[in-house]
Structures are given as structure tokens and as C-alpha cells.
């Protein structure tokens, strides 16, 4: 007999799934990073790598790997790497390949060991910072450097790794760049390996990081803003970061149709990689509906600001005597614990409502009970709202963009609410208290089939199938070499509403097959981001450009500081992206309009300024040929 070998699904490379850290109560996104290694290891019985990067975890990570697999939310077959831990636990070869490219500066005077394996030091007279971390043997690993100022504001940073034999083998200036290195090291070796980053702010320290053998993806757990707010550019600068980042990406992972959708007509994407890949279940489904108390409550979560749980105790507050009876266990721990026990306290809940803490694999508490309240003021695909389905644990949700209702009908296997109708939520909770038996059985047993859409198994295939067409859109962008260049400004033509811009690509830059263009803009200081389509047109000889700037599309950097914006010009095709400048002569101001001036820089760079006093309503046409 032959043995049997399982078909793989996955590419067979290394796949490595990357975040901050596991905390020790965590929420979402941990959850489904820890969710995703376990499936994978599982579908190809296969090893996977979990990479998390926090410092918190340089001493602790074999210990954390084994608490997670002895408690059952870690397949045996994930391993964990953290470059902090990698430093302390590497032979010194491995070492000296890691700092390979870091040249040293300076020299560290470690204090004697003392048993302790991380020490603290500063010095505000002279002027530093620093953590010595030793490895259990007693040889120095690590130097910390944090310059501080007169002040006692950090200034430079400076990270060393030494051998066993106390010599420096690396140095970096910031921990992205340590981190950058230390993920060419583990992959520098293979001839292809996929990176799946789970969290915005991991994401963010890799934002000009690639390699030709890594397949980088991006797993887009938040909503990332509105569809209006993304349109008017209204997002905190980490997110911009992350927004100027998506057409590098190999691929995109979005949780639901519409966020795709939104990126694309916001001119946030523009290459063809973006993949609708909702969560899964990280709990089986019930086989069939458990009777339980029709008015316990229950809800899971993070217990902060932008969770509004105090809604949930409102409206709690609101029902009517007939319903006097409705509890909720709280489940969870955060920042705004102490201001809704005060509130509950204050409502005179504290027989409602019980604060039960934080629990780990929270999805297994539906089962106790009938209903769950989610009021977020923003999600992504709600993983608690699944879980709750597949309890037969009935969600009563707030109808947020890209949450609840990808999941829920209403009336048919869950409850949606508008948002912020605190009236609205209490009238649902009555609503469901008033339906029959026969009428709630039916509602469970839909809720438990709708979950089944979200099993693991189902999902997992589709990861394989993108997973697979991210490293063939991988290996179509080696083949080719992309030119640098730049984009001339031709003319432009202001109006009271904006400006118009026509623009000519450099000779090698418009012999490549570009399908699209786009004009985008940085604000260096505070860290905006937008970016706006464009329409190409080949004439004779040559490549034009032509885009319009909305002013209004300008009123959010406007409002946050009067630093220039950069402007760019994004072209692309279903593959890959390259951003070039925009030049005119140096110095020299081309136009204005009120409050609006466009100049070019000392190197040429085409900048949009904006004038603290309106010197003129007249707008200028210029052409510059």
C-alpha cells in the first residue's frame, strides 16, 4: 500500500503571519491571527510562523507558545518568532548573517550581571536612555539606546545586538529597521515566502520593505473610515501611511465586497489586488439550538470608548416593567470598565448587569446565552456577531458600515439597529422577548445555518486560491523592470473650484503598457495622504497625463497645518504601481489662486502651498513647455 499523502492547497512555501504582539487578554484581530495559523497548519499539516515584534515578548516567547498550545488556542504545529527573542536564542553565525548589514557605532559598556536578564538605566545629565537585556547565561544581547535631549524628550535611538563573546555584531537606528532586517533574515534564504500582516500598526513599520522572494499581504481587519471620510481624505496619518502602502502589496485581504469597493472609487487602490476573504469561525456551530433563559443578555468585547457598551446599559434601562427582567453579562476588560460600573451603579442595573472580565476563547459564552448586543461605533466583519450565530445566540447589532449586515438579516437570523438608537436597541431586546418559542427556535437554527457559510474549510480554500495568484502577480512584477522617471507640468488652468494639471511622462517612463494614472499628494508634516484619478492619453511620441485637484479634496491638510503637499503621480497597471515626481522649474511659482499657490521647490519638486493671507481671487494660467 501506498501511504497516503494529503493534496496540499497552500503554496508550498513558507508562510509567515505577522503581528505586534499576543497580550495576555486579547481581542479580534489576535484572535484571527492565531485562528489563521491554526487553519493553515491544520489544511496541509504543515508548519506555520507567527511573527510578532514587541519587545514584551524578548524573554517570554517560548513560554507564551507554550501556554497557547497548552490551553488549545495554538496548533502544536505554529511556531513563534520575535526578533528581540531571536537575539538572545541565536548561535552567533546566525547572528553575524542577521547584522550583516549594519554597520556599528560607539561602543556599550554593559553593567556586570546580576542575575537580572533586563536592566534599566538613564542618565538625564548625560543625556540617555537605555535597556541592557542579557541572555540566561549572562553574555550581553542587547543595548537599547534612547538619546534624550535637554529637555528629556528622545532625540536618536540606537538598538545593538551582541555575540555570546560580547561583540557587537548589528546596529540599527529605529526598531523598523531592526525588523525590516530581520525579516529579509528569515526569508533571505527561501526562494519564495508569503507574509500575511495582520495589524495596521505592525503593517505600517514595512511600508517601503520588499523583497523579490516575499509575497507581502495585507489583511485589512478595521473599516478604515467611512466612504465620505474616505473621500474627503479624513483619516488619522497611521492610516494614511498604510492607504499610500496598498498598491505595493502583492495582495489586499479585505472582510467584506464593499470595503473593496470603497478603496477603488476613492482612488485608494488602484492595482487589481484586492480579495474579499471574510473571518471564519474559530468555534464549531451548535448542531442545533440549546434552550436557554429568553432574556439573558450577553455581550464580548473590549470594553472602550468607541465599543459604546454604555448604550447597551441604556437601553437597557429604557424597557418597559414587562421586561424589567433582561440581564447582560459583560465579558471583557478595557479603559471604560470603571465608568460603566459607575454607570450601571448610577442607572441602578447592578442587578442587570454583571461585569464578568476578561475570559480567553470568549465565542464559547454565547452558548449560555439568548441574545448579544453589539454597539461599536465601527468595525470591520464583526467575528463576535459569527459566534454569537453559531451559539444560536441571537445578535442585536448596530447597522454599521462593513459590519453586522454581511452577516445578518434582520428579522430573519439577528436584529439590526440603526446606529446610536439607543430606543431603537431597547425595542429590539423587547421585540425578541415578545416572539414565541416556535418563532425564536426558527430564528436560532437560521442563525446557526447562516454561521456555517463561515466555516474555516470554506474560507481557507478561497486564502489558498488568492494566496496562489498573489505569487504568480509576484513573479509577473519581477519579469519586469520598471523605468524611472518623471512627470513635466505642460499647463494647468485654476478655477474657483480647483486645478487642472496636464502633464508629460519622461521618455523611458511612457514606454511601459501603464492602464492607469492617478495624482496623489503628502503632506510630509502631519502625514496626509489623497489621491485622485487621472486620465492617460498617448499622442504622437509621448504620454499625457491629465488630472483635476477638487480644492475641498485639500480642506482637511488645510485645516491641520499650512505645510506644502508633495505632489505625485501615481501610474499603474493590474499589477504594480510607480510613483514619480512631478517637476517644473525650480523656484518658481506657477500659479495661485486665494489662499492656494503652487510653486516648485529648489530640486523641482511641484508642491501645493497654502497662503496664510489671501493675497488675490485672480487664478493665473501658465504654461510651462
Given at each position: 500500500?501506498?501511504?497516503f499523502?494529503?493534496?496540499r492547497?497552500?503554496?508550498?512555501v513558507?508562510?509567515f503571519?505577522?503581528?505586534?504582539?499576543?497580550?495576555?487578554?486579547?481581542g479580534?484581530?489576535?484572535?484571527?491571527a492565531?485562528?489563521?495559523?491554526?487553519?493553515f497548519?491544520?489544511?496541509?499539516d504543515r508548519?506555520?510562523t507567527?511573527?510578532?515584534v514587541s519587545?514584551?515578548?524578548?524573554m517570554?516567547i517560548?513560554?507564551?507558545?507554550?501556554?497557547?498550545v497548552?490551553?488549545?488556542r495554538l496548533?502544536?504545529?505554529?511556531?513563534?518568532?520575535?526578533?528581540?527573542?531571536?537575539i538572545?536564542q541565536l548561535e552567533d553565525?546566525?547572528l553575524n548573517?542577521l547584522?550583516?548589514?549594519?554597520?556599528v557605532?560607539?561602543?556599550?559598556?554593559f553593567?556586570?550581571f546580576?542575575?537580572?536578564c533586563e536592566v534599566?538605566?538613564?542618565?538625564?545629565?548625560?543625556?540617555?536612555?537605555r535597556?541592557y537585556r542579557?541572555?540566561?547565561?549572562?553574555s550581553?544581547?542587547?543595548s537599547d539606546?534612547?538619546?534624550i535631549d535637554?529637555?528629556?524628550?528622545?532625540s536618536?535611538?540606537l538598538?545593538?545586538?551582541?555575540s555570546?563573546?560580547?561583540n557587537?555584531?548589528?546596529?540599527?537606528?529605529?526598531?523598523a529597521e531592526?525588523?525590516r532586517r530581520w525579516l529579509g533574515?528569515?526569508?533571505e534564504a527561501?526562494?519564495?515566502?508569503?507574509?500575511?500582516?495582520e495589524?495596521?500598526?505592525t503593517?505600517?513599520?514595512f511600508?517601503n520593505w520588499?523583497?523579490?522572494?516575499?509575497v507581502f499581504?495585507?489583511?485589512?481587519?478595521?473599516?478604515?473610515?467611512?466612504?465620505g471620510a474616505l473621500?474627503?481624505f479624513?483619516y488619522?496619518?497611521?492610516?494614511a501611511?498604510?492607504?499610500?502602502?496598498?498598491?505595493k502589496?502583492?495582495?489586499?485581504?479585505?472582510?467584506?465586497?464593499?470595503?473593496?469597493?470603497?478603496?477603488?472609487?476613492?482612488?485608494?487602490s488602484g492595482?487589481?489586488?484586492l480579495?474579499?476573504?471574510?473571518?471564519?469561525?474559530?468555534?464549531?456551530?451548535?448542531?442545533?439550538?440549546t434552550?436557554r433563559d429568553r432574556?439573558?443578555?450577553?455581550i464580548?468585547?473590549?470594553?472602550?470608548?468607541e465599543?459604546q457598551?454604555?448604550h447597551?446599559?441604556?437601553?437597557?434601562?429604557?424597557l418597559?416593567?414587562?421586561?424589567k427582567g433582561?440581564?447582560v453579562d459583560?465579558?471583557g476588560?478595557g479603559?471604560s470598565?470603571?465608568?460603566l460600573?459607575?454607570?450601571a451603579?448610577?442607572?441602578?442595573?447592578s442587578?442587570?448587569?454583571a461585569?464578568q472580565?476578561?475570559?480567553?476563547r470568549g465565542?464559547?459564552?454565547?452558548?449560555d446565552y439568548s441574545?448579544?448586543?453589539h454597539?461599536?461605533?465601527?468595525?470591520?466583519?464583526?467575528?463576535v456577531?459569527?459566534e454569537?450565530m453559531?451559539a444560536?445566540?441571537?445578535?442585536?447589532a448596530?447597522?454599521?458600515?462593513?459590519?453586522?449586515?454581511?452577516?445578518?438579516?434582520?428579522g430573519?437570523d439577528?436584529f439590526?439597529?440603526e446606529?446610536n438608537?439607543i430606543e431603537?436597541?431597547?425595542k429590539?431586546?423587547?421585540?425578541?422577548?415578545?416572539?414565541s418559542?416556535?418563532?425564536?427556535?426558527?430564528m436560532?437554527?437560521?442563525?446557526?445555518?447562516?454561521?456555517r457559510d463561515f466555516?474555516?474549510?470554506k474560507?481557507s480554500r478561497r486564502?489558498?486560491?488568492?494566496?496562489?495568484?498573489?505569487?504568480?502577480r509576484?513573479n509577473?512584477?519581477?519579469k519586469?523592470?520598471?523605468?524611472?522617471g518623471?512627470a513635466?507640468l505642460g499647463?494647468?488652468r485654476?478655477d474657483e473650484h480647483?486645478?487642472?494639471?496636464?502633464?508629460?511622462?519622461s521618455?523611458d517612463?511612457?514606454?511601459?503598457?501603464w492602464?492607469w494614472a492617478?495624482?496623489?499628494?503628502?503632506q510630509?508634516?502631519?502625514?496626509?495622504?489623497?489621491?485622485?484619478?487621472a486620465?492617460?492619453?498617448?499622442?504622437?511620441?509621448?504620454?499625457?497625463?491629465?488630472g483635476?485637484?477638487?480644492?475641498?479634496q485639500?480642506?482637511h491638510?488645510?485645516?491641520r497645518?499650512?505645510?506644502p503637499l508633495?505632489l505625485?503621480v501615481?501610474?499603474?497597471?493590474?499589477?504594480?504601481?510607480?510613483r514619480v515626481?512631478?517637476?517644473a522649474?525650480?523656484?518658481?511659482e506657477?500659479?495661485?489662486?486665494g489662499?492656494?499657490?503652487?510653486a516648485a521647490?529648489?530640486s523641482?519638486?511641484?508642491?501645493?502651498?497654502?497662503?496664510?493671507?489671501v493675497?488675490?481671487h485672480?487664478s493665473?494660467?501658465?504654461?510651462n513647455?
Amino acid at each position: 500500500m501506498f501511504p497516503f499523502q494529503r493534496k496540499r492547497r497552500l503554496p508550498n512555501v513558507p508562510i509567515f503571519v505577522l503581528t505586534g504582539e499576543v497580550p495576555e487578554n486579547y481581542g479580534g484581530v489576535t484572535t484571527v491571527a492565531l485562528g489563521r495559523c491554526n487553519v493553515f497548519a491544520e489544511m496541509d499539516d504543515r508548519e506555520i510562523t507567527l511573527l510578532t515584534v514587541s519587545p514584551i515578548h524578548a524573554m517570554s516567547i517560548d513560554a507564551l507558545r507554550s501556554d497557547l498550545v497548552a490551553d488549545g488556542r495554538l496548533d502544536s504545529r505554529v511556531n513563534l518568532r520575535n526578533p528581540w527573542s531571536d537575539i538572545l536564542q541565536l548561535e552567533d553565525q546566525e547572528l553575524n548573517r542577521l547584522g550583516s548589514s549594519a554597520s556599528v557605532e560607539g561602543h556599550v559598556e554593559f553593567p556586570e550581571f546580576s542575575g537580572e536578564c533586563e536592566v534599566r538605566a538613564s542618565s538625564r545629565s548625560e543625556g540617555f536612555a537605555r535597556v541592557y537585556r542579557y541572555r540566561p547565561d549572562g553574555s550581553p544581547a542587547i543595548s537599547d539606546t534612547r538619546e534624550i535631549d535637554s529637555e528629556g524628550n528622545p532625540s536618536r535611538r540606537l538598538i545593538t545586538a551582541f555575540s555570546r563573546r560580547g561583540n557587537a555584531v548589528g546596529q540599527w537606528s529605529s526598531p523598523a529597521e531592526l525588523y525590516r532586517r530581520w525579516l529579509g533574515f528569515l526569508t533571505e534564504a527561501q526562494e519564495m515566502s508569503i507574509v500575511i500582516a495582520e495589524r495596521l500598526t505592525t503593517s505600517n513599520l514595512f511600508v517601503n520593505w520588499s523583497a523579490e522572494n516575499v509575497v507581502f499581504v495585507q489583511a485589512v481587519h478595521s473599516h478604515h473610515h467611512s466612504a465620505g471620510a474616505l473621500q474627503a481624505f479624513r483619516y488619522p496619518a497611521p492610516k494614511a501611511k498604510f492607504y499610500r502602502s496598498l498598491d505595493k502589496r502583492e495582495m489586499v485581504a479585505t472582510l467584506t465586497g464593499q470595503q473593496a469597493e470603497d478603496l477603488r472609487e476613492t482612488n485608494l487602490s488602484g492595482v487589481d489586488n484586492l480579495a474579499t476573504l471574510p473571518n471564519w469561525l474559530t468555534e464549531e456551530p451548535l448542531k442545533s439550538p440549546t434552550q436557554r433563559d429568553r432574556l439573558a443578555g450577553v455581550i464580548v468585547s473590549r470594553i472602550s470608548q468607541e465599543k459604546q457598551i454604555d448604550h447597551s446599559l441604556k437601553a437597557l434601562n429604557m424597557l418597559s416593567p414587562a421586561y424589567k427582567g433582561a440581564s447582560v453579562d459583560i465579558f471583557g476588560d478595557g479603559d471604560s470598565l470603571p465608568a460603566l460600573e459607575e454607570l450601571a451603579s448610577e442607572l441602578g442595573l447592578s442587578e442587570q448587569v454583571a461585569f464578568q472580565g476578561y475570559v480567553s476563547r470568549g465565542g464559547r459564552k454565547f452558548r449560555d446565552y439568548s441574545f448579544s448586543l453589539h454597539t461599536g461605533k465601527t468595525e470591520g466583519q464583526l467575528l463576535v456577531v459569527l459566534e454569537s450565530m453559531a451559539a444560536g445566540c441571537i445578535p442585536i447589532a448596530y447597522n454599521i458600515k462593513y459590519g453586522p449586515s454581511d452577516s445578518i438579516t434582520h428579522g430573519v437570523d439577528g436584529f439590526l439597529v440603526e446606529p446610536n438608537d439607543i430606543e431603537g436597541l431597547g425595542k429590539q431586546i423587547e421585540l425578541f422577548g415578545s416572539m414565541s418559542e416556535t418563532e425564536v427556535l426558527r430564528m436560532r437554527k437560521a442563525a446557526i445555518r447562516r454561521s456555517r457559510d463561515f466555516l474555516p474549510g470554506k474560507i481557507s480554500r478561497r486564502w489558498a486560491e488568492e494566496l496562489h495568484g498573489a505569487i504568480e502577480r509576484k513573479n509577473r512584477k519581477s519579469k519586469v523592470v520598471l523605468p524611472d522617471g518623471y512627470a513635466k507640468l505642460g499647463a494647468l488652468r485654476v478655477d474657483e473650484h480647483g486645478v487642472v494639471l496636464r502633464l508629460r511622462v519622461s521618455k523611458d517612463l511612457a514606454a511601459h503598457d501603464w492602464s492607469w494614472a492617478k495624482i496623489s499628494w503628502v503632506q510630509r508634516k502631519t502625514g496626509i495622504y489623497g489621491r485622485t484619478s487621472a486620465q492617460l492619453k498617448r499622442e504622437p511620441g509621448k504620454l499625457v497625463i491629465r488630472g483635476r485637484i477638487d480644492f475641498e479634496q485639500l480642506e482637511h491638510a488645510h485645516s491641520r497645518s499650512d505645510a506644502p503637499l508633495g505632489l505625485w503621480v501615481d501610474l499603474g497597471d493590474s499589477d504594480q504601481m510607480q510613483r514619480v515626481r512631478i517637476i517644473a522649474s525650480p523656484n518658481e511659482e506657477v500659479s495661485r489662486y486665494g489662499p492656494y499657490r503652487l510653486a516648485a521647490a529648489s530640486s523641482g519638486n511641484l508642491l501645493f502651498q497654502f497662503r496664510q493671507k489671501v493675497e488675490t481671487h485672480e487664478s493665473e494660467n501658465v504654461s510651462n513647455r
